[in-house]
């Protein structure tokens, strides 16, 4: 039997299927070089949905408004996010984060009032450390923006302690380690993750243990507890037995920094680029930080209200997203369902995962292919841009598993800018930077290093 065939009892009528080019690989060789252009190219010969076998994942993909529609509106019981993002990233991250890692944790992390309070944490670590650059040099964006992130996620999802210097640099080794980003474009890192059991990850893992420990023995020794989310952690993870409490506020203190770190970086690293990619861009935006410097004062910055004002800034943001976004949206069938495509009606079977890749569908037309920012009033999308329906362009997501970190991300992208701006002149770029097209998960580093010259501006 042909896999092919095998292939069709898991979705009736049967879909177009993508011809297997290997048995047990599939597509998947053609998939791994270039999940973007393999799947654009798979929709121009088969259509807006179509099944495909990568790895012998069995993925069905859609790409239509009513397909994407119905992918968005399904249940979690029938077609689960948290399975299909077990399945994808449990090739690296240690199984036991996953089991004690809670993600409505995030919800309660990113309250209102707790967003708003962020913002001073923010400011605070970007002064740090672009206090720390040189007055003239090369900015490597995303490895520079990257690092800065990870030192503001140390101080909002720990505390003090873990942004001293000698211990920041500590954490950042560890969790550079766990990151997901390599493990699906470099076959080599993620074979030496499988053959080796995860040792290297294990190994991180338990060196962010050990640092967490010493943090938390210094705090119970001088009972000295901060409001931070390191205290609020503690006491929500905080049982009987102490390694037990130790062990879920460390996977926990991962899951908060993974995840925070999946997107955003280079979610800002985009906005710093377009604005030296389109000057005007850059123009509106210094305008609009002088007037809301001048309208709510120099702490601006720190003020939620302040910050809701900015909305070029958001468009800006939301714009940059939009054509940098990288990610495969995945939901593993868990039981039989009926999903609707607009052309037909499906039954698919458990196992299967429902897909779409939204760098596919985000700059399907020429006018969604260029950067304007004006394609957002604020954060809202034109409504002419979807008129299809909502769901054929997506940048934090729809529906029940929407992005929860949406004003946070904006906020952080807000008080970065306009810290860039104050204190640096960076020249225009040689080359037009574009998105790895390799990428796969996440908004997407651009294809090459990308290097911007700067230098300190002189106080008056
Ligand atoms: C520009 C930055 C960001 C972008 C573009 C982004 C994008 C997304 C997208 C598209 C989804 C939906 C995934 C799906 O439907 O399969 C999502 C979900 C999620 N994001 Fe973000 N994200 C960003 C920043 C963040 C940050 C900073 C955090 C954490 C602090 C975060 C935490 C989450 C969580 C927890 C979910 C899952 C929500 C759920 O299933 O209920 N994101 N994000």
């Known amino acids: 039997m042909s896999a092919n065939h095998s292939q069709a009892y898991l979705v009736t009528p049967k879909p177009p299927i993508v011809r297997d080019e290997l048995a047990h690989i599939g597509a998947g060789l053609r998939f791994a070089q270039s999940p973007t252009n393999f799947l654009a190219q798979m929709r121009q010969e088969y259509g807006d949905t179509f099944l495909v076998d990568v790895f012998g994942y069995k993925l069905f993909c859609v790409f239509s408004a009513a397909g994407l529609k119905s992918l ?46 962020y913002v001073t944490d923010f400011a605070e670590v970007v002064a740090q450390v672009i206090a720390e650059w040189g007055d003239a040099g090369e900015l490597n964006v995303f490895d520079a923006i990257r690092t800065l992130e990870q030192r503001v996620g140390f101080k909002v999802w720990m505390g003090e302690e873990a942004t001293r210097d000698g211990v920041w640099q500590q954490f950042k080794t560890h969790f550079d380690v766990l990151s997901q980003e390599n493990a699906f474009v470099s076959p080599q890192l993620t074979l030496e993750t499988l053959t080796s059991g995860k040792a290297r990850e294990k190994h991180a893992v338990a060196g962010i243990m050990a640092l967490v420990a010493g943090i938390v023995a210094r705090r119970e020794s001088e009972n000295d507890w901060p409001e931070d989310n390191f205290t609020f952690l503690y006491h929500r993870f905080r049982s009987d037995d102490a390694q037990v409490t130790l062990r879920k506020l460390t996977h926990n203190i991962i899951n908060a920094n993974q995840g925070f770190l999946s997107n955003l970086y280079a979610a800002l690293s985009w906005s710093l680029i377009n604005l030296k990619q389109h000057p005007q861009a850059q123009q509106r935006l210094e305008a609009e930080l002088a007037d809301t410097r001048a309208r709510y004062g120099e702490h601006f910055l720190t003020a939620q209200e302040a910050l809701d004002s900015m909305r070029f800034c958001e468009q800006l943001l939301m714009e940059s997203v939009r054509l940098a976004q990288r990610s495969i949206t995945l939901r593993k069938v868990m039981k039989e369902i009926q999903f609707d495509c607009g052309d037909a009606l499906y039954t698919i079977q458990p196992g299967v995962y429902i897909t779409t890749m939204l760098s596919v569908i985000n700059t399907q037309t020429p006018e969604l292919a260029r950067f304007d920012p004006d394609h957002y009033q604020g954060r809202r999308i034109h409504p002419d841009l979807i008129a299809q329906g909502k769901e054929t362009i997506s940048t934090f997501g729809h529906g029940a598993h929407a992005c929860p970190a949406q004003k946070f991300s904006h906020n952080m992208c807000k008080v970065l800018l306009a810290q860039l701006l104050e204190n640096f002149d960076f020249d225009a770029l040689d080359v037009a930077a574009l998105p790895s097209s390799s990428q796969m998960g996440g908004v997407a580093r651009a294809a090459t290093d990308v290097v911007l010259p700067y230098r300190r501006k002189s106080r008056a």
């Open 72 to 117: 968005y509106a399904a249940a979690e019981d029938a077609a689960s996010f948290g399975m299909a993002t077990f399945d994808m990233l449990g090739f690296k991250t240690p199984l036991e984060i996953f089991m004690d890692a809670d993600i409505d944790l995030f919800y309660e992390l990113l309250v209102p009032d707790k967003v708003a309070a």
